[in-house]
């Protein structure tokens, strides 16, 4: 099974945390923008709003 890119956030405040769904802790703005978040999608038709 192909594994999808990771998405990664733009024009985020670098040194802001932001909480994401799913995350234990807050992530930086600077981490969400080079790092991104990994969507974990499985079967056909699903999708997530982000």
Known sequence: MNELPRLRLRELQEESLYQVDGMERPISGQALMCV???????????????
């Open 36 to 50: 991104g978040i990994k969507l974990l999608l499985k079967g056909d038709f699903q999708s997530k709003v982000v």
